[in-house]
């Protein structure tokens, strides 16, 4: 049997801005996949707010991750034929309020400094754009966590500094961040960071 992960114990505090480094293979994306309550450890516990995942059924796994946590990619996964703030949209698409919704979403794209771009596709927009465009999509329903797999690694470095500021902010309100990442700019701005080796924390 493999195991991805060896004894993991690990504690995300409100506001902290954590960062994941380790050789590829180590595990990174296995443990980013439990943080985001879409794998559930075959052994050991992950808990959201003293509320054990294991114990959830699908659905409830799913409202909870819905309405605590947040994603940001390396490629960004825009939808290459809905706008930016369609974009930002997409995870509220089932919500009843769309005037909130659009709302919402329009705010964050100007807190990101896009509000000049809401109705560019993708395909108009710079990768730095691209991925403030999906850091704004992280954030629409208000999750406790953001999660980000490699979130500076298309992007130079002073566009990376961009988005890791937003990233600061982003602390300052409380949410916390978990970056995985071999892009040392982003273990700068992390309070804290992690190494990951064969599947142990060190």
Same mark, same amino acid.
């Given at each position: 049997m493999l195991r991805a992960l060896k004894g993991i114990d690990l504690t995300v505090?409100?506001?902290e801005f954590v960062a994941i480094v380790g050789p590829? +293979?180590?595990?990174?994306? *296995? %443990? %980013?996949?439990q943080l985001g309550l879409l794998d559930t450890p075959t052994e050991g516990t992950v808990t959201v @707010? +003293? *509320?054990?995942v294991s114990d959830l059924s699908v659905a409830e796994r799913t409202q909870l991750r819905k309405r605590t946590v947040g994603f940001v990619f390396q490629n960004f996964y825009l939808i290459p034929t809905l706008s930016a703030v369609e974009n930002v949209k997409v995870p509220r698409l089932l919500e009843r309020d769309r005037r909130t919704t659009h709302r919402r979403? *329009? @705010? %964050?794209l100007e807190r990101v400094g896009l509000g000049d771009r809401l109705d560019h596709l993708p395909n108009q927009l710079s990768g730095g754009q691209k991925q403030r465009v999906a850091v704004a999509r992280s954030l629409v329903n208000d999750p406790d966590l953001l999660l980000a797999d490699e979130p500076t690694g298309n992007l130079d470095r002073d566009t990376g500094s961009q988005v890791l500021g937003e990233f600061g902010r982003i602390t300052d309100e409380g949410v916390a961040v978990v970056a995985v990442t071999h892009d040392e700019q982003v273990t700068e701005f992390a309070d804290r960071t992690i190494e990951l080796v064969d599947g142990n924390l060190r």
């Open positions: 505090r409100s506001g590829s +293979g180590s595990g990174k994306s *296995t %443990l %980013l996949n @707010e +003293g *509320t054990a979403a *329009t @705010e %964050l």
